[in-house]
């Protein structure tokens, strides 16, 4: 499932966007994979959670 | 097409060449009195002028006989390893301590870690994309607590991943082309670094 939740980096208030699953997330508009995507608020995109299990060190 | 047209065009074609100039203005001016750590100091004299798809490593070997291995994504054409040895391998040895500046053609991506190792992420001291990459994997630049800058040619914004460099472990500044430095701070990822991000007519300033 896709997590978003609001977090403060200093004066800075970002949109944090993850899977609860340990899944990459697909940015929509951009056909984009990430692991997980800050971004500013509003946010310009939405995300879908993948199947692909996050693996960390892969290229 | 009429002249009111032609003229737009012009005018467009005139402010490309100028970001163009400004981002060859700015790569290249001399690198030097970059401060490596404490207890060395990188002294680059050369000048260099970055070329479509040239990808720049400037390192500091800290101990003879030291071998690396670069991890790029894409076809890699060339690696000029900075101590005149140049082939399209990615690992390479260093026979003597040193700073030296690695040349690769071209690649598309960097991946993790992008000296294979985390600990020799500690012997970068900057960074020079070639417009050819397009993406920094996860951990690309983790522990590269001595990354003094990375400069961005690309054309587009570049897509990082969140832990693509640490948030809080150094000070790396991100130039990148001047008409892409709001689009950057505001980018999905780069936001976490949008008080660190320049424009590359900034370069040497």
């Not at chain 2, 009429?2 to 402010?15: D, V």
């Not at chain 2, 070639?130 to 961005?152: K, M």
């Not at chain 2, 040619?153 to 969140?162: G, L």
């Amino acid at each position: 499932m896709i997590v978003q939740k609001e977090v403060n980096l200093g004066s800075r208030t970002l949109l944090h966007t993850y899977s609860d699953s340990n899944k990459y997330i697909l940015q929509v508009e951009t056909n984009t994979k990430y692991d997980e995507a800050y971004d500013v608020i509003p946010c310009r995109y939405t995300y879908v959670e993948t199947e692909e299990e996050i693996k960390k060190g892969e290229e | 097409m009429g002249l009111k047209n032609r003229i737009e065009n012009n005018t467009n074609e005139i402010k490309k060449v100028n970001e163009k100039l400004k981002v060859l203005n700015g790569f290249v001016r001399p690198l030097s009195n970059l401060n490596f750590s404490q207890s060395a100091t990188a002294n680059y004299s050369a000048t260099y002028t970055i070329k479509d798809n040239e990808t720049y490593i400037f390192i500091h070997i800290p101990t003879t006989n030291k071998a690396i291995t670069l991890r790029f994504g894409g076809t890699i054409t060339s690696v000029d390893w900075g101590d005149g040895t140049t082939d399209a391998i990615l690992s390479h040895t260093y026979s003597a301590t040193g700073d030296y500046v690695i040349k690769v053609i071209s690649g598309t991506s960097i991946c993790s870690y992008i000296l294979d190792n985390l600990d020799d992420n500690k012997c970068i001291l900057k960074c020079y994309l070639s417009n050819s990459i397009l993406s920094l994997n996860s951990g690309a630049f983790s522990n590269c607590y001595n990354l003094q800058q990375v400069v961005i040619n690309a054309d587009t914004v570049i897509t990082i991943y969140s832990d693509t460099f640490s948030t809080d472990a150094y000070n790396t500044k991100f130039y990148v082309p001047d008409n892409l430095v709001e689009d950057y701070k505001v980018a999905t990822n780069w936001v976490n670094f949008a008080d660190r991000i320049y424009p590359l007519s900034s370069l040497g300033e």
